[in-house]
């Protein structure tokens, strides 16, 4: 959808004019403050320019993506690379982690301490505490059925991967989960027979590493798609993980139905006011039910009035007002809770709010920032 430009009109009033007086000059003067008072919120209101950092990368794409301040951004993708900036991204420091790897998942610390997660098989697990100029492999899972498709830590120490399902002995496909209790030095499946059950023709999508989440409070979530579309919440907290399987399942309104439909990214601004965003990747142009918002924990959704253009694999919360979205249909701002959204440049994969910071990073083809300096 086209952006609108912000119009003012004047009208000429074929009237007779008034006489010049004390009451003319009081509602000149306060046509002019109201004028004045309005015009900043109306400039805020403007759609923020995206300007790239870097066009030129060694990779073919990226789709792990970490803000953790408005300086220190890590990024991550095909060709098994890492990329790390402490500078805003004025300049990057590139690191082959590992030859032929996807790393669609990734959590940044800080500027020295990041983990990196590939999809596919093998599974690697891939974890730096030196700015990235060395790498340990503390998890690999050569299961030739393997693909993780998220990546999240609930504290310091507690952190947790989803991937697509796997069959049980009896046939019946569970969602995988690993997990780390001693800040990714090392990691361990959740047996099979505690892992949340999926439904036939049900999956993760490893889009932007936003499919799991956790909440304010530390508990963990992720957004299914697929034959079917719906959200687990994890009744764990980073003060209590739950080793069994202890979720609250609910269906979404999401389009879905084929293997390329469903959630693909979800974001809560508390523990309340959430998003989540995706449609069909394979008809990118699609606005039916792409976007749904709750204000009551996930409890109910509700479409937005004008939704964004198409499909969106990443989504991210700037203030209760405030949101960006992005997937290949392009990139999308929102300046009113999502009840309405507007095209504001190209797409890219990933996206995110600096976790400590006010700067919104993208991640794609290339690398770039939206509404900042």
């Given at each position: 959808m086209p952006i609108s430009s912000t119009r003012y009109h004047s009208n000429n009033y074929n009237t007779v004019q008034w006489p010049i007086s004390a009451t003319h000059n009081i509602c000149s003067c306060l046509f002019l403050f109201l004028f004045m008072w309005m015009l900043p919120a109306a400039k805020a209101q403007l759609p923020a320019p995206i300007r790239t950092l870097s066009a030129s990368l060694p990779v073919k794409s990226l789709r792990g993506l970490q803000a953790v301040t408005d300086d220190i951004v890590w990024v991550s993708g095909t060709q098994g690379m890492v990329g790390r900036t402490t500078n805003g991204g004025k300049s990057w420091q590139w690191s082959k982690v590992a030859d032929s790897a996807d790393f669609r998942s990734i959590y940044a610390f800080d500027s020295l301490k990041a983990v990196v997660l590939s999809i596919g098989s093998p599974a690697l697990l891939y974890m730096t505490t030196n700015g990235g100029r060395s790498w340990e492999n503390v998890y690999t899972n050569n299961d030739r059925d393997i693909f993780f498709d998220g990546l999240v830590f609930l504290s310091d120490?507690?952190?947790?991967?989803?991937?697509?399902?796997?069959?049980?002995?009896?046939?019946?496909?569970?969602?995988?989960?690993?997990?780390?209790?001693?800040?990714g030095a090392s990691w361990e499946l959740d047996p099979m027979e505690v892992r949340p059950a999926a439904q036939s023709g049900e999956a993760i999508f490893a889009a932007s590493n936003s499919s799991l989440i956790a909440l304010p409070n530390g508990q963990s979530l992720f957004v299914t798609g697929g034959t079917v579309s719906r959200i687990f919440f994890n009744k764990g907290t980073r003060n209590r993980v739950i080793r069994d399987n202890?979720?609250?399942?609910?269906?979404?309104?999401?389009i879905q139905g084929q293997n390329s439909t469903?959630?693909?990214?979800?974001?809560?601004?508390?523990?309340?006011?959430?998003i989540i965003v995706g449609g069909d990747y394979k008809n990118d142009t699609l606005r039916h039910r792409n976007c749904f918002i709750t204000s009551d924990g996930g409890k109910s959704w509700h479409a937005p009035a004008i939704p964004p253009s198409g499909y969106q694999s990443a989504v991210t919360w700037v203030n209760k007002s405030t949101l960006f979205a992005t997937g290949t249909s392009g990139t999308h701002v929102s300046y009113d809770g999502g009840k309405t959204w507007r095209k504001i440049g190209g797409g890219y994969n990933a996206i995110m709010k600096a976790r400590n910071g006010k700067r919104v990073y993208l991640a794609g083809k290339e690398i770039a920032v939206v509404n900042g300096e």
């Open positions: 120490k507690e952190g947790i991967a989803i991937g697509d399902p796997l069959k049980d002995k009896n046939g019946q496909e569970k969602f995988t989960v690993l997990r780390t209790h001693n800040g202890n979720y609250s399942v609910y269906p979404l309104p999401l469903g959630a693909f990214s979800v974001a809560f601004l508390d523990q309340q006011n959430g």
